[in-house]
């Protein structure tokens, strides 16, 4: 294969992917001199990938399959453009040799491994035989070509429960099932099968050994065309959920220098079984003594801000430049470790309901600066929408510090001084990790955050007279504020009264419960506020996004948020939400009950688990909604009679719709 095709300096790339990992190849790109090229869908017209580009390019309506994994449509955009190289990014195409080679095949510049590499590692099952004859250590497994139901079974039962099922070629998680009996094999072959088509176009599953309590362990390598090939350290992504990591860190607590070389070491000899091209990971499992090759992935990982933090390498860079046909600029010796950084994926969810998406505009967007060691890559903005039809990662903040406790210190930080609004985020969870006494002593397993949840996902604590301070606060600010665009308006100094002093009443509640009064005093003189008996000075001083509140002198810095009667408080005691009640009355509230089996967000129906007419037991599995490329199954709410179904599979519904009628039992 003539090599000036596969690798050349080129000035026009286009970035064949969306949000944070779009944003980030562009940043770089253009610092390098380059003029960028984003893609987009339907319902990304107004991204933030799309105006950060120089140019951007409408592939089609929303659903992936129609835009971002439509290999003919971007081609077409390159040439539309004048593209002369593109970079995948990471999910979509990014590890598929059939659009590697169709960039090629197009005069087009493929920014990661040849279509042939692609195929030898980026299919686990590809890759565990070459690394079998490599003689790297491997979990026992099934990774063959014959992908029918009672081969697959066979397979699981020599191998012997509990055992992972999971996609040939994926990641993040989707496509992947932990079986622990053989009733369970066939259900969730077919649900990981149709999983892994909807995210990656490919259903082959390879079958391995559940390794029980393992640690995650994965070496950053790159090489390039003239033979080089170099290992980055390790990270370890052992916090995990649902086999989607959460936490990432660098380099890992748990391996001592030797460890370290001998890991880093298998790695680059995995990768050289195939003169591997590009930026790459070799991810390995571990029970704790031992660790087992268990895949290749042929791309950028998420999770690569923590290896550029701990080597000073810009890794994006380094791609483009091995693009380029360039050698690496250091040597393996070169490459120095340098302190430890870790990093946290915002997602839109909400981990109270069982980490369900979470979609809508976000209406507020506060993240602090990026100084002091902290890294924030983000693909969305203020004003931005989340849509159903993509991953829900917003953002990941990164922390870097001499010691790996500084640095969870950090991004913990970073953590709390973080104010997003207008849907839910899983920011309050990621604080409650990176604070759990087991994570900081690295006591951890992959299975550590689901053992967990109950206390990682505790409600907010009731607001107290702080918070209730805060609220009143909160809203005078508000107030204010709009009285300071009325140039002539006597409001504009707060506390202004014709005469005397004035008394003005407030309520609150959290959610449904009792109110809370609180009494303000104001006028000529000091304002105070009065709870129950308590007394006390109140002043305020505004700030950007917030205020500083002194109650009987002691001053609290207070984060907020006022729409209308609701109320968003983050004060040194955590997150509040609050709503004022209207002191003219007239409030009304729709309800809908728990007990309607509705569609949590838009999303298509996938399969339909039960009949009309079954007798149900409560928790039993009625139909299965993709959502986000996830699949969220929807169940009896009690035990009862399916009355009726109101969908069919390939349907897509909105957030909210009845989908199903079951009848209690009794009735």
Not at 250 to 263: F, G, H, M, W
Not at 437 to 446: E, H, L, M, Q, Y
Not at 513 to 521: A, D, F, H, R, S
Not at 562 to 590: C, I, K, M
């Amino acid at each position: 294969m003539d090599r000036s095709k596969l690798y050349r300096r080129f000035r026009t790339l286009l970035i064949a992917n969306r949000g944070e990992i779009a944003c980030r190849v562009i940043r770089t790109a253009r610092a390098m001199g380059l003029r960028t090229v984003a893609v987009y869908s339907e319902a990304d017209r107004d991204a933030m990938h799309v105006a950060l580009a120089d140019e951007a390019v409408l592939l089609g309506p929303a659903r992936a399959r129609d835009s971002y994994l439509n290999v003919e449509r971007l081609i077409e955009a390159a040439r539309k453009t004048g593209a002369e190289a593109v970079h995948p990014g990471y999910g979509f195409l990014s590890e598929n040799a059939e659009f590697a080679r169709a960039c090629f095949d197009a005069g087009l510049v493929f920014v990661g491994p040849t279509a042939g590499m692609m195929t030898a590692m980026g299919s686990k099952s590809g890759s565990k035989e070459l690394m079998e004859k490599a003689g790297v250590p491997l979990v026992p497994g099934y990774h063959g070509e014959a992908q029918d139901e009672a081969t697959l079974s066979k397979a699981a039962d020599k191998i012997g429960f509990p055992i992972l099922v999971k996609a040939s070629a994926g990641g993040g998680g989707r496509g992947m099932r932990i079986v622990r009996s053989a009733d369970e094999l066939a259900p969730a072959i077919v649900s990981a099968k149709r999983e892994a088509k909807a995210a990656f176009g490919d259903d082959r599953m390879l079958i391995e050994k559940y390794v029980d309590n393992p640690r995650h362990i994965e070496v950053q390598i790159i090489g390039d065309s003239h033979g080089n090939l170099l290992s980055l350290f390790e990270r370890e992504c052992t916090l995990q959920r649902r086999h989607q990591k959460v936490i990432e860190e660098a380099p890992s607590p748990t391996l001592n220098p030797a460890q370290r070389e001998a890991v880093c070491a298998a790695a680059r000899k995995a990768a050289g079984a195939v003169n591997y091209v590009g930026a790459g990971t070799i991810e390995f499992v571990s029970d704790g003594k031992d660790v087992f090759f268990i895949e290749m992935n042929t791309r950028l990982q998420v999770e690569h801000p923590v290896t550029e933090l701990i080597s000073g390498v810009d890794l994006v860079e380094w791609q483009l430049r091995v693009a380029f046909g360039e050698a690496l600029p250091l040597r393996q010796d070169e490459i120095k470790l340098n302190g430890h950084a870790v990093e946290a994926r915002v997602y839109a969810e909400n981990p109270t309901k069982n980490f369900m998406p979470s979609v809508g505009r976000i209406s507020t967007w506060r993240l602090p600066a990026e100084t002091g060691g902290l890294r924030i890559d983000a693909g969305y903005r203020e004003g931005d929408s989340v849509s159903p039809y993509y991953d829900a990662m917003l953002a990941k903040m990164i922390a870097w510090a001499p010691t790996r406790d500084v640095a969870i210190e950090r991004l913990n930080r970073g953590l709390e001084e973080s104010d997003v609004r207008g849907i839910v985020t899983n920011i309050p969870f990621l604080s409650a990790l990176m604070t759990h006494p087991k994570v900081r002593t690295n006591a951890i397993d992959t299975g550590f955050i689901e053992r967990e949840l109950a206390v990682l996902t505790q409600a907010a604590p009731a607001p107290g007279e702080l918070e209730l301070c805060a609220a009143v606060a909160a809203i005078i600010s508000d107030e204010r504020q709009a009285a300071q665009a009325e140039a002539n308006s006597p409001w504009r100094t707060f506390g202004w009264q014709p005469v005397g002093r004035r008394q003005r009443s407030f309520a609150f509640r959290v959610g449904h419960g009792p109110e809370q009064k609180i009494v303000l005093n104001y006028g000529s003189g000091p304002s105070t506020l009065i709870i129950g008996e308590r007394e006390l000075a109140f002043a305020i001083a505004l700030r950007d996004g917030g205020f500083d509140l002194t109650l009987d002198g002691v001053k609290s810095s207070v984060a907020a948020v006022v729409a209308g009667h609701e109320l968003y408080l983050r004060t040194r005691n955590g997150r509040f939400d609050l709503h004022w009640v209207d002191p003219f009355g007239g409030e009304s509230e729709e309800h809908i009950g728990e007990d309607k089996i509705a569609a949590p967000l838009p999303g298509t129906v996938v399969a339909v688990l039960a009949e009309e007419g079954a007798k149900l037991e409560k928790g039993a599995p009625i139909l299965t909604l993709e959502v986000m490329k996830m699949e969220q199954t929807l169940r009896a709410p009690y035990a009862g009679v399916l009355k009726s179904i109101k969908c069919k599979v390939g349907d897509i519904v909105q957030e909210g719709v009845e989908l199903a009628v079951v009848e209690p039992a009794g009735e």
